[in-house]
Structures are given as structure tokens and as C-alpha cells.
């Protein structure tokens, strides 16, 4: 299958699938994606208020105001906030205002008080002040609902929760958030020379880095991650965890090993075994050519319907397989648009086969206002270190045996803003 097929093939299966909504508190928020919109449901602020500690009057008392004929007044009193203010003004009369405190219909405007000549009783308070210079209407006033009317979104269905939120949300009277429940992942690794990070290592084993990286990147996607032990390239086992499994099944089930055409590789008839249909199995890509992709319909035995993924066994190909297939399929799952890609020079020559769309490891900048990719050396699937020197993904499409510095290709980041 051609990659492009295989995105329509995720976007149609997690439109077959729908997410289930909960209620969190505004601290537990935070990185959720909003299952609705929320918007104002109030007018903030609620009435006009100062924006300054100074004085409030009516500007059309001062429109003649200068220095050589300046606009006295008497101050009626003090206005602090939460305060009910009064309905009117006296004639002559200004009145001392604090910032947030709210204004008196009659009066429009408000005067720093660092900026007001003023004159104090034998007590130190204001008496009276001297406006010497027009004050423009709505001059330090904050007005009702300068900053939200009634339903104006504050977040949008699937955008998700930031910390700025948070004070749109509160200033509304929000405690909750109706929120997507994070997807449940089960990831099975399979493979007889894996061993635990912790254990020692005998003669052919080696460490399941892919586990780690894992459980790190799809919590960073919103999931809830659970793990399973390494299983031994044993198919039994396999197809008796896959039984136990569908009782209570997660949303997504990820599997890393066994896919491509080897004696030892039985992930993809364990899950035929037990019920998967195969919706595609090697795609046209390096690496993770093997990648498989399936999905159990439950609805006979009304139990969930879940996905699954068979990511190739060598760390690389289990990258690519979250950065261009899991992740995609979660966005088409919270209906977020597809991610966009960024268009670069390429750097250097590379050669690759024709017929295949490559994810090459690359570093990314802008040189004289031009956005380059240099495509790394250190390319195959097994080979981790260069993703520690690489900031992007270079996609080089189907149809090109040979890169050059003329070509532009598509460039995604190494980790997207998902």
C-alpha cells in the first residue's frame, strides 16, 4: 500500500471510532483536549472599572481644560473595589478611584493620580483636583465585556487545555472542564532477545529500548499507557493475551516485532486468529516498511471495538510508526485537521529506492532566509544515535531515486506540536 492510502485507511477507521467525554477540575485540565466548546457565559469584566488609581469625572466637564484655565474639582469620596458605586454625581464633584474599582454611570473617564495636581486637607486626604488638559472619553476606563461577551468561545472542541485557558475559563465561573477521556493503549513488545532496561544481558540480547520511548511518546499524545511483558516469539501466548485482551479491550492495542516475513514473525495470524481484520500490512516506506495496521469489530459480542498496530521491531521504524501512522490516526481520531508539513531545500545528495517514500533523520535550518534540510548520514532503522543530532523528519516522496540541493521536499519537525 502506497503511504497516501494508507492515511485515508486511518482517517476512515477512527472515524468508526468515537471518543467518550469526562469532567475534570480546572487543576487537572491542563494538556486535556476539550470535548466541546466553552464558551463566556458571562460579560467580563462585569461592569466598567478603572484601570488606574486616579480620579473619575464625566470628559465632557474638561473638554476646554488647559493650563491656563484648568477645571477644578471636589472629591465626593473614595471608590474601592467592590464597591457598590454610587448612581450619581454631584455637580463640580470628581471622585478618588482604585484600580478595579467600579465607575459611577455618570462619570467616563478616569486620570492617573501620579498625573493630577492635587490639594490635601490638614488630614493628608485629597481635597480637590486640577484637570489642566482634555481627558478623551473611556480615557483608563475598562469597559463591561472589553475582554469576553456572552458566547465567545474561550476553547474550542479537541484544542487542547493551556494554562491561558484557565483564566477565561475562571474569570466565567468554570470549575470543570468537559474534557476527552485520554485513549488506552496496550503495548505488547515481542522478541526473544529483548531484555528489560534493569536486567543483565546475556550473549544476543539486548536492551527493548522501544518500550521507553514509547510509554514517553504516547503519554506526550494525550494516552494512557499500559505495558505488557516481552513476549518470547511465542504465538500461543500471543493469541491467549489477545483473547484476554478483548473482554476489556483498550482503545488502541500496539504491538513491536514479529511483523515482517520471518519464521519467528506470527503478530499478524495471531490477530487474524482471534477475529482482526487486516486493513493493511507493508506500506511503500523506509523504515517500517512491515507496518501493520488492523482493527477488531466487537459489536457481535458487545464488547468495544479497538485498532491495532504491528510497529516493526528495529527503534527507528518504531519512531517513524508514531510520528506518521499512530499520530495521524489520533489526530483523525479527536478530528483535528492532518498536520502540515514545511517545504525545504535539500542540502545534500541521497540516494534511495524509487518506489519507496522515505523518513530521513535531518537537521533543519533557515540559511539566509532560505529553509534547509540536511539529511543526516546514519539512516538505517537500527540506528538511534542520530535522532540525538536531528531537529526534523525529511519525506522523500515516491518517484525520486536521488536528492539533490535543487530539490524541495517536504519537512515535518522530529516532534510535533500534537
Known sequence: MRYADALDTLSERAAAHSLESEHVSLSQAVGRRASRDHVSTLTIPPFHNSGVDGYCFASGLVREASSEA????????????????????????????????????????????????????????VA???????????????????????????????????????????????????????????????????????????????????????????????????????LRDDPQAFEHLLKDLKKSPPSILITTGAVSMGKADFVRAGLEAQGASIDFHRVDIRPGKPILFAHFDQSATKAPSFVAFGLPGNPVSTVVGVRF?????????????????????????????????????????????????????????????????????????EGVSETSPSHLIEIFPQTSDF
Open 128 to 230: 480637590s483636583i486640577s484637570i489642566t488638559a482634555a481627558v478623551p472619553t473611556r480615557e483608563n476606563l475598562r469597559a463591561a465585556g472589553d475582554d469576553f461577551a456572552p458566547g465567545q468561545r474561550i476553547v474550542a472542541r479537541a484544542e487542547k487545555v493551556r494554562a491561558e485557558h484557565l483564566l477565561g475559563l475562571a474569570s466565567n465561573g468554570y470549575s470543570e472542564v468537559e474534557v476527552f477521556k485520554r485513549p488506552r493503549v496496550t503495548v505488547v513488545p515481542t522478541g526473544a532477545e529483548l531484555v528489560s532496561v534493569g536486567e543483565q544481558l546475556k550473549p544476543g540480547q539486548i536492551y527493548n529500548s522501544s518500550l521507553p520511548y514509547l510509554v514517553a511518546a504516547l503519554s506526550s499524545l494525550g494516552c494512557d499507557v499500559e505495558t505488557k511483558p516481552i
Open 70 to 125: 484648568p477645571v477644578r474639582f471636589q472629591i465626593a469620596g473614595t471608590l474601592f473595589p467592590g464597591a457598590v458605586p454610587p448612581e450619581t454625581t454631584p455637580h463640580g464633584f470628581a471622585w478618588e478611584i482604585m484600580t478595579g474599582a467600579p465607575f459611577p454611570q455618570d462619570c467616563d473617564c478616569a486620570v492617573k493620580v501620579e498625573d493630577t495636581p492635587a490639594e490635601r486637607n490638614a488630614d493628608g486626604r
Open 325 to 397: 501512522f499512530i499520530e495521524p490516526y489520533l489526530r483523525a481520531l479527536f478530528k483535528l485537521e492532518p498536520e502540515k508539513p514545511l517545504v525545504a531545500r535539500v542540502a545534500n545528495a541521497y540516494r534511495k529506492p524509487a518506489a519507496l517514500r522515505c523518513f530521513l533523520k535531518a537537521k533543519y535550518e533557515v540559511k539566509d532566509l532560505v529553509p534547509m534540510a540536511t539529511i543526516l548520514s546514519g539512516q538505517p532503522s537500527f540506528m538511534t544515535r542520530p535522532l540525538l543530532d536531528a531537529s526534523a523528519w525529511a519525506v522523500v516522496p
